[in-house]
């Protein structure tokens, strides 16, 4: 595999800890684990926070982890804005926290294009804005950024499935991506097509969902149908996931290896249990809105990550996107959301 693939695939690690992981004590790498000074108690912080409407999973997920990152610390204020999928609503959020003046803002946009000027407006007012998974327009309307790693998401699934089925020349892989219009869509699918690439495979069969069950379970059925054998299939979302393997069950089919997408306990649950052709799952963290809050709580009181030796807190995190099996899903499981 190239650098470049294998580089991406892992993820851009810009920053490990976002401040409260133990860390050792002592020049000589010896001592016992300490707590970082950043996880003493310092002025009480404002945080605003807004996210869409938790209409899945993994949106769901978001709003439960940042609340419960904000519950781990005494100085946090937490204002959490009901989720909402319509940008004026969204807009209106974050001019409210603006004019009460909260200390930062951490906002997860339903559209980054559409919310940067209030971004920008925050920012303007003093206010750090930390900008989770979907980015803006401009490089000024936030103060950190934190993403998941959409393309490396497709290379570690490429890579997953040529481990599988890669010494075989003539393998048909198939791919059940998300929303076709969305730029993460296409790097998800770019990413996979460049690691099969690296093993000589590429994808034979391609249909689009929309991210939820119906439309998972509608696409993988047509695909099925279009598709009489199969040896490997990546589906991008274990959300639309639960569609697809109730598809894949009605169709007594379970000739292939299955990788699903973004890390639900459902699809590690599968996993661990077995029998099923869903075989592994690529982590998509649902935590990116949880890293916001210490982030935010971080700037906020002048502090910096605790694990770098540069001062203060990168303007941007590139999370990793690792592959989940039957050999490592207890390392993930207790994080994962529902579907």
Known sequence: MSTAVALAGAGV???????NEPESSGSDGG?????????????????GFSAPAADHGWMAGITEAARAAAEEYDDIDL????GTNDVSTQISQVETFINEGVDAIVLL????????PVALQAMEAGIPVINV??????PFAARATILGDNYGMGVSAGTYVCEQVGDNPDAVVAEIAGIDSLPLTQDRSQGFADALSDCGLDVDNRVAADFTVEGGEEAAANLLQAAPQLD????????QGVGVLAAIENAGRDEFVMVGGAGSAN?????????SVLQATVIYPHTQAADGIRLARLIAQGKGLSDLVSQGVPREIVLNAPVVTAENVEDYIDRAFES
């Open 13 to 19: 690690l810009v920053a490990g800890c976002t401040s």
């Open 31 to 47: 001592g016992e684990n300490v707590a970082s000074s950043n996880d003493e108690t310092g002025e009480t912080v404002r945080i």
């Open 79 to 82: 204002q959490v804005a009901e």
């Open 232 to 239: 490997a299939l990546w589906n991008h979302d274990d959300d």
């Open 109 to 116: 946009p339903f559209d980054g294009a559409a919310m940067t």
């Open 267 to 275: 699809a590690m649950r599968a996993i661990q249990e077995g029998g």
């Open 133 to 138: 998974d979907r980015e803006f327009n401009s």
